[in-house]
């Protein structure tokens, strides 16, 4: 029998590896420092930028919306997708890692450094690929009540 689990619930096992995740990064920083610890975290979403080139190549601006909203739905986010003429914008609300790091004790702009890192880290891999897109942050959140809005940009 296959279990379906709620948006609810998958925000809620997404937060709860973040929080894990956040306490570790903790003990990391403690023994490391800030600096080497985010080049260390940045360095496990490089990953994704294949994904991402893949997707920037080969899909259509709606069916790139599409794939990235499934994405983001799946990592346990409720995003607004919206499109410009050259770009996806993912509008998240609720946010699993930024509510797991905040339980895990760490503070706003430890958070948004994490976040950044993962981004900038993601854009960096898309570039050394040459790729046909970019991603970036264009606002993050001020708080757990705020949003941030992330763009998939299509260089052609």
Same mark, same amino acid.
Request: proline share 2%; aromatic share 12%; charged share 25%.
């Given at each position: $029998?296959?279990?379906?689990?709620?948006? !609810?619930?998958v925000?809620?096992?997404?937060?709860? @590896?973040?929080?894990?995740? @956040?306490?570790? #990064?903790?003990?990391?920083?403690?023994?490391?420092?800030? !600096?080497?610890?985010?080049?260390?975290?940045?360095?496990?979403?490089? +990953?994704?930028?294949?994904?991402?080139?893949? $997707? #920037?190549?080969?899909?259509?601006?709606?069916?790139?919306? =599409?794939?990235?909203?499934? &994405?983001?739905?799946?990592?346990?986010? +409720?995003?607004?997708?919206?499109?410009?003429s050259?770009?996806?914008?993912?509008?998240?609300?609720?946010?699993?890692?930024? !509510? @797991?790091?905040?339980?895990?004790?760490?503070?706003?702009?430890?958070?948004?450094?994490?976040?950044?890192? /993962?981004?900038?880290? &993601?854009d960096? /891999?898309?570039?050394?690929?040459? =790729? +046909?897109?970019?991603?970036?942050?264009?606002?993050?959140?001020?708080?757990?009540?705020?949003?941030?809005?992330?763009?998939?940009?299509?260089?052609?």
């Amino acid at each position: $029998m296959v279990m379906k689990m709620s948006s !609810e619930e998958v925000f809620d096992a997404w937060k709860n @590896g973040f929080s894990t995740y @956040g306490k570790f #990064f903790k003990a990391v920083t403690k023994e490391i420092g800030m !600096e080497r610890a985010l080049e260390l975290h940045g360095s496990g979403y490089e +990953n994704y930028g294949p994904v991402f080139d893949e $997707m #920037f190549r080969t899909l259509s601006l709606e069916e790139l919306g =599409a794939n990235i909203g499934g &994405i983001f739905t799946s990592f346990g986010y +409720n995003p607004k997708i919206s499109q410009t003429s050259k770009s996806v914008l993912v509008t998240v609300h609720g946010c699993p890692d930024y !509510e @797991g790091f905040k339980e895990a004790g760490l503070d706003h702009e430890t958070i948004k450094k994490l976040c950044l890192c /993962s981004v900038a880290s &993601i854009d960096a /891999s898309l570039q050394k690929l040459g =790729a +046909n897109g970019e991603f970036s942050i264009n606002k993050y959140r001020s708080d757990s009540d705020d949003f941030c809005i992330h763009e998939f940009k299509k260089k052609k």
